[in-house]
């Protein structure tokens, strides 16, 4: 695909974010409604979720008809056009429900099949309106936070790096990721748990965090933000020549990456091992 082709996706990208993220920010100031749980009790969807949604996907639909879709709160559909684009309405919908003001709208769009092992991300943006902070990333031209060019940290030793991570909605396996945590915290700077993934992979192409971890990832939670962090320099994927997935991704520097990867597989060999996802 030509640059002037992906740089349209990407300014449609960001139109849409905007637009979209002016709706869920009037919506959590009216009062946020719980429309229903998913995986657990705790794992909510809000009715400015699926409004948000819709809104992203008729947009999307208006301006590109051949294209697919692939969110979070509705059904999939395949296109014709091999470009698929992978929404997650409210990232962070328990911070969006508390008012915690780390939530976003993420928005990208793929090149083949919408599985992160395969596909190819050409643009995307992330919006979060409670802060006004626009990031957006096209392959091969880079990473910017509301117009600036973003970088990663790089040479931040293991003992001064400030991780991010998230946890399962699942008791379960939240407890076995606390055991990780555990292991993990006393050989790093410190670690911090936002509550949306796109924004901590955002944060590790602003400098705001050196590595972020999470298991459990599904792919709208990090198509966007993995692009934003790999076009400002991290290495995203997950052990060895893995890609990132449901089963893990990680986000960093290269060198810091390769410093804590030989850590986290060994804490996730002795505590994870046993956990199906």
């Known amino acids: 695909m030509t640059p002037s082709a992906t740089a349209e996706l990407l300014t449609l990208a960001q139109e849409t974010a905007m637009v979209a993220g002016e709706l869920a920010r009037h919506r959590r100031a009216e009062g946020v409604q719980i429309a229903a749980s998913k995986s657990s009790p705790e794992d909510v ?58 939530y976003a709208v993420s928005i990208a769009v793929v090149e083949g099949d919408a599985d992160p092992a395969s596909w190819s991300a050409l643009a995307g943006a992330v919006r979060n309106p409670a802060i006004d902070e626009l990031f957006s990333a096209r392959a091969g031209d880079g990473a910017h936070l509301n117009g600036r060019a973003l970088q990663v940290t790089s040479g931040v030793p293991l003992s001064l790096a400030l991780f991010g991570t998230g946890f399962s909605y699942d008791s379960v396996r939240r407890t076995r990721q606390a055991k990780v945590l555990h292991g993990l915290i006393s050989q790093v700077r410190d670690v911090r748990r936002m509550g949306a993934a796109s924004l901590d992979l955002c944060s590790v192409a602003a400098g705001r965090l050196d590595l972020y971890y999470e298991r459990g990832l599904h792919p709208w939670d990090h198509a966007a933000g993995a692009l934003v962090a790999r076009e400002a320099g991290a290495r995203v994927g997950a052990f060895g020549a893995d890609r990132e997935g449901l089963s893990l991704l990680i986000a960093a520097a290269p060198d810091l990456y390769a410093t804590a990867e030989p850590l986290l597989a060994n804490l996730f060999e002795q505590f994870m091992a046993d956990d199906d996802i």
């Open 45 to 102: 969807v809000t009715l400015a979720d699926r409004e948000t949604e819709a809104l992203i996907r008729g947009l999307l639909a208006d301006a590109r008809p051949d294209d697919g879709f692939y969110g979070e709160e509705s059904t999939a559909t395949a296109g014709t056009s091999g470009l698929t684009w992978v929404v997650d309405p409210i990232d962070g919908t328990v911070n969006y429900l508390y008012g915690i003001p780390c």
